[in-house]
């Protein structure tokens, strides 16, 4: 059974910085692309970085680029997201999703359960 | 960037009734090279991460009830529930996956009448 736990949300000021992470278990995680994707309270999706295993290319939506880096650890079954220069509008549950191929450009079938991101002093 | 739209926001259905959802993108996400649309369904209960209900537009992903059904092509597209049950409330989003970023829909709110 696919499994996406989520970890490292919390309370950061901004301008501070967090690292996510998500473990992966119950499929060969270096298979397939992964992407994070935000909620912000009581609002829709937004897809913020995505990572694709067929060439290791890594992509971000224009509000977090230059601030946000998706990385991931094969050997560890784990995903990352460094996010740096944080601001309030980053506030967020941020979910870890799977992608059904190797390639991003594809749908997402499996999304772990999130992990709350407060930007705020 | 290529915007999704759907329409309406929100809608009220009685039990057993068909519910339909529009989603128009600002582009064609359909690539001839291999005659697909690049367009997904999700459903998102409260206080629960979103689950995938169909890709490339019209096959349903394992597992989803067969009431549920997309279609579509190019730039418009159609989620339809064709009979109404009580755990279909929540709210549906479209997705695009043809090209960087991958935009979600607002989303459309599905509640019983």
């Known amino acids: 059974e696919v499994h996406l736990l989520e970890s490292g949300g919390g309370l950061v000021q901004p301008g501070g910085s967090l690292r996510l992470s998500c473990a992966a278990s119950?499929?060969?995680?270096?298979?397939?692309?992964m992407n994070w994707v935000r909620q912000a309270p009581g609002k829709g999706l937004e897809w913020v970085s995505g990572?694709?295993?067929?060439?290791?290319?890594?992509y971000y939506a224009d509000s977090v680029k230059g601030r946000f880096t998706i990385s991931r650890d094969n050997s560890g079954n784990t995903l990352y997201l460094q996010m740096n220069s944080l601001r309030a509008e980053d506030t967020a549950i941020y979910y870890c999703?799977?992608?059904?191929?190797?390639?991003?450009?594809?749908?997402?079938?499996?999304w772990g359960q999130g992990t709350l991101v407060t930007v705020s002093s | 960037d290529i915007v999704m739209t759907h329409s309406p926001d929100s809608l009220a259905v009685s039990l057993g009734e068909r519910a339909t959802i529009n989603c128009k993108s600002s582009?064609?996400?359909?690539?001839?090279?291999?005659?697909?649309?690049?367009l997904a369904w999700y459903q998102q209960k409260p206080g629960q991460p979103p689950k995938l209900l169909i890709y490339?537009?019209?096959t349903r992903e394992s597992g989803v009830p067969d009431r549920f059904s997309g279609s579509g092509s190019g730039t418009d597209f159609t989620l339809t529930i064709s009979s109404l049950q009580a755990e279909d409330v929540a709210v549906y989003y479209c997705?695009?996956?043809?090209?960087?970023?991958?935009?979600f829909g607002g989303g459309t709110k599905v509640e019983i009448k």
């Open positions: 999703a799977k992608l059904v191929g190797t390639s991003s450009f594809g749908p997402i079938d499996y």
């Open positions: 582009q064609s996400v359909f690539y001839s090279s291999n005659n697909k649309n690049y």
């Open positions: 490339w537009a019209s």
């Open positions: 990572f694709s295993d067929s060439d290791g290319t890594t």
């Open positions: 997705q695009q996956y043809f090209s960087i970023p991958f935009i």
């Open positions: 119950g499929f060969t995680f270096s298979s397939y692309a």
